[in-house]
Structure formats: C-alpha cells, structure tokens
C-alpha cells in the first residue's frame, strides 16, 4: 500500500495524454508597436494540470484561457507556496518557432517547487506539453524581430487551510503572451540606486529561487526609488553586489592586475542562475579574448574601479531584455558614471545582444536552439 502511493505521488503527468480543448471565441491580436506593454497582450490559451497528494497528477489539458476558482484559504494566498518561470517562443525568418535553452527553464522550475515544498515532476514532460501550447498558439508569434511570445509557467499551492504545512493541492500551468522589444526605439541605459540598508536575498535563503517572495519586497523599494529619477536597484548582500532590480549584473573592467575581465557574481545561493547569466558567460568564454570571473566583489571594490577610471562598461542581463546597459550608479549620495563607448551602450553589451538575437530569431545555427515546428 505505501509503496503504490508513494510511486503515485513521486511520479510524473505524461504529454501523451494531453488533452486539448480549442477557444470558440478567439481575442483580437495586438497591435505591434511601443504601445504594447509587457505582459499584457494574453492568448487564447493556457496549460492546466492538478496535483493532489491522493490521486497525484491529473491529466494535462489545454483550455481556453480562464480564471480560476481559488479557496480563500489556499496555501498560495497565505504562505507564498508558488514559484514560476520565463521564457520565450520565437518565429524565424524561414517560419520556424524556436525556444532558448527552455530545458534550464524547467530544471529550474523543479528546483524552485522543492523550495516551497510542492511537488516534483519530469521537465520534459512538461516542456512537451509548452511545445504543444506553443503550436496552438502560433499566430500569436510575430515574424518582426524584437517581438516573441513570452511564456509564463507557474506553479502553486492550491489546498484550503490556514495551517503551515505542505500543500496537500497544487497546480501547475503555462500561459502566453506576445510581447515586444525591451528597447524599442534603442537602448535606453539605466540608473542604478544602491542601498546598503535593505536586500533582496541573504546566505542560506531562496534568493537563487524564482518564487514570488523574492520579488514582492522589492516593489515598493523599486517604485519609491523611480519617483525620484532611478530606474532599479542595485541589490547587495553583505556589502557584495548581488543583481540589478531583477537582472544579474555584469561589470566588464580592467582588474586590479590590469587585465581586461568580465566579472559576474558567483552562484552562491544569493543569485537566481539566470539562463541569460549562463548564456553571456558560455559566449565569452567561446570567444576567449578577456578573463571571465564568477566571483564575489563590494559595491566599495565597483566604486573604486569607477572612480580609477579603470570600469570599460557595465550591464544588466535577463530573459526580459537580454542585456540592459548601465550608465550611472548612486551610492551614499554620490553619484559614479559608467563609459557608454556607443553613446546608449558599451561595445561588448551590444555584441552580447546582437549574438543573443541571431541565435534566438534563428539567423545562426546554435545548440540552444529548440525546435517547436
């Protein structure tokens, strides 16, 4: 008897039984152009699969995009059990549909669900039943480079009691949205306010998580910091640069040896392993022309570069944006400015974007490519 349940409740939903269920009435396509807001643009679908901890995995659907019935008192709404992932679907110039690297995505996934104690299950799995929302919503994939379909898988905690414990429902699900790009008339580099009383993620947390908790606190901040001319924060832990507002940041520098050195932060439980952080890293270790780091340095170190004029550019990297130059850094009320060699950014961040784009819009052959059709 245990043994039956424990294997029911440790194994996984299957794509083979996917089930599909069309829209009768299907939404009007966005305009594409700067109007467009992130997000906001949703498809007609969505991807909808249950859990239980008697029954396990309910069978994978496909559904017309709707609400959900939520108990007032589900996990969710009280304990924050929920984590989610981002990635985007693209549309060729030979009309395939490509993904980036989505198996990070999912793996990720997993491990952010263990975090909040939900359950497990296979991550191809799961990005074979994506693959087959993706089809379904084709036409809502562009053909203009710069614009994609942004896809949101998201899990949480559905069972109804105000106990902390671990959630007894869940459900997991994935829905679309055509999005356009980050920078639509250019790079806009941004101002980043450093703050040494307040952070994001601290040793021994969830701050390499994707779970909602690790971006609500920041909100506030981020808001508060933007009505006075900012644009993000610079987070630190324990005085060390950590990311910028939701990006992992980047410092391209000569060392205090005088080398030439691209320099992120290590993955040390503070930092969410960005799929877009492992991207830029790969390439320029592939191009082999300056020293690449993963290493712990102060915003004091970062302010000294500065100041020594020894800081070539600096940058900001995520799924969102791919890269996000960064020409000015405030700290304790001083203010330090970052060279921009191309007047909107540095050389190396444009060379980072435009390589991102060919791989992801299919203009170059890439081992991170994902064939959908």
Known sequence: MWFRQLVRLSSSFSSKDLKIRLSSSPKKKPELNEKLLFGTA???????????????????????????????????????????????????????????????????LRKSASAVALPDF??????????ELVKIEESWIPSKVGYSLYLRPTFFGSHAGLG????????????????????????????????????????????????????????????????????????????????AGTMNFFVFWHNKQGEKELATCELDGTILPGVTRDSILALARQWNEFKITEKKFTIYELCDAISEGRIIEAFGAGTACIVSPVNKITFKDKEYKIPLALGNSGILTKRFQEEILKIQYGEISHNYQHLVI
């Open 122 to 131: 296979d991550s191809e799995e799961l990005l074979k039943c994506i693959k």
């Open 42 to 108: 949703l498809t007609d679908h969505l991807l909808e699969i249950n859990w239980n901890e008697t029954d396990g995995w309910d069978t994978p659907r496909i559904e017309p995009y709707h609400n959900f019935m939520i108990d007032p008192a589900s996990s969710v709404l009280h304990y924050g059990t929920e984590c989610f992932e981002g990635l985007k679907a693209y549309r060729t110039a030979k009309n395939n549909l490509l993904l980036f690297r989505p198996e990070m995505n999912m793996n990720r």
């Open 164 to 243: 902390v414990a671990k959630p007894r429902s869940a459900k997991l699900f994935t829905v679309c949205s055509t999005v356009g790009p980050y920078f639509p008339e250019g790079f806009k580099p941004i101002h980043l306010y450093c703050d040494d009383t307040i952070a994001r993620a601290f040793p021994g947390g969830s701050g390499d998580k994707k779970i909602g908790a690790n971006y609500a606190p920041g909100i506030g901040h981020t808001a508060k910091l933007q009505s006075k001319g900012f644009n993000q924060i610079l987070w630190l832990c324990n005085l060390y640069v950590s990311e």
